[in-house]
């Protein structure tokens, strides 16, 4: 068990920490530190027990999937004690050593627990079927979970992450930028449909091609910024990476934000007009919609390929537009992404509005 916690721990907040420094003093986190860094922190590689009662390695060792969505974690018996229960937990790497009961189930009960028990069930597609289904994914559920065999002599685990897919966007305040305290960083995020992204997000985020030269919060109490190519005004001729700032006060120090957020269940839409940001809240209710949030019109480019040559209005007051199919005369980047043109006066007659429903 101790082998376990140590093992998650490293994308939590205090297992994070050395890493984290190792990589800070070089200001940089390259692939290949990354790489390294995973090896040292999985003992169980490179120590296998072998296990009597369950298949290991499971099935698949990452499941992915969307907000919204059900997700199967898989956990099979290859031979069964006599007795025996199967135990659920996520190994929350924000409250470090602490274990979050799942659900508890032997032959004839099962037993929710936590905020995760009321959307699970066992599979049980056959008799030696222990996998865990979670239904009405929700962006906080991705980690790492175990599935244990409780026999009272020789209990063993599995363990399987569940990454939840999705797109990181950054986010400044209309008052300019580095504004957010930790915890203001935590409640932009869900105002725009989002979470504060963890470490590992942003990393994939880098590796598909975020390139933000703003420090931000993660959902960790780090600070970090992505860089795809090295500047002078973003930490020099270093080498592509994460650049990192490290642990930082949560509530004297300021920054941006990194959100994440995934699938949504409603869909994002473009009035054209010339609308004040009032005219284009209204428009929106007209078509029984609401102005679209940041991170909603994210969900909408990363998952539906959403391309919109215009301006328009979203619920905070910025003007953005999303391009999946870069030209030149839409903001002439050659990248796919969202663009912004910031906060503007919100009396302007000039953009559209981006509603969702
Ligand atoms: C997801 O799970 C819920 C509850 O178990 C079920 O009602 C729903 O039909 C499932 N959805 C899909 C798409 O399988
Ligand atoms: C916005 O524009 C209007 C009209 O041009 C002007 O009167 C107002 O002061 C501006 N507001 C801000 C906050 O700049």
């Known amino acids: 068990m101790r082998e376990h916690l140590r093992l998650f721990n490293f994308t939590g907040a205090g297992g994070v920490t050395p890493f984290i420094m190792n990589c800070a003093v070089i200001l940089l986190l390259t692939s290949s530190c990354f790489t390294w860094s995973s090896a040292i922190y999985t003992p169980n590689r490179a120590a296998p027990k072998k296990l009597k009662y369950l298949l290991e390695p499971p099935v698949y060792a990452e499941v992915v999937a969307r907000r919204g969505e059900n997700a199967t974690l898989p956990c099979i018996l290859r031979t069964k004690p ?6 659920w937990t996520k190994l929350e790497s924000e409250h470090i050593g ?7 189930s032997n032959a004839h009960a099962f037993k929710p627990y936590g905020h995760l028990g009321p959307r699970a069930s066992l599979r049980k597609a056959h008799t030696m079927d222990a996998s865990l289904q979670l239904s009405r ?41 580095y504004k957010f305290t930790f915890h203001e960083a935590k409640e932009v995020c869900a105002e725009q449909d989002g979470t ?20 931000g919060w993660l959902r960790d109490g780090t600070v ?70 940041v991170g909603q019109l994210y969900s909408a480019w990363r998952f539906q390929n959403y391309d919109q040559c215009d301006g328009g209005w979203l619920k905070d007051g910025s003007v953005r537009f999303p391009i999946s199919k870069p030209r030149e005369h839409c903001g002439g980047i050659p990248e796919p992404g969202v663009r912004s043109f910031g906060f503007l006066n919100k009396t302007m007659h000039l953009y559209g509005a981006f509603c969702y429903r």
């Open 98 to 104: 602490r274990e979050n009961i799942i659900m508890i």
């Open 82 to 87: 006599s007795h025996y229960k199967v135990k």
């Open 196 to 215: 504060l992204a963890s470490y590992i997000q942003l990393f994939r985020a880098w590796t598909e091609g975020l390139d933000w030269c703003n420090a």
């Open 137 to 177: 994914l929700e962006l906080e559920d991705g980690g790492t979970y175990r599935c244990e065999l409780v026999n009272g002599i020789e209990d063993e685990s599995v363990a399987i992450t569940l990454r939840i897919e999705g797109v990181v966007f950054p986010y400044q305040s209309k008052n300019g930028r």
């Open 224 to 293: 970090h910024y992505p860089i795809i190519h090295p500047r002078p005004a973003c930490g020099g001729d270093l080498l592509p990476g994460i650049r990192s700032y490290g642990p930082k006060d949560k509530i004297n120090d300021r920054f941006d934000a990194f959100c994440f957020t995934s699938q949504t269940s409603g869909s994002v839409s473009y009035i054209s007009g010339s609308f004040s940001f009032e005219q284009a809240e209204h428009a929106c209710q007209r078509r029984g919609a609401e102005l679209a949030s």
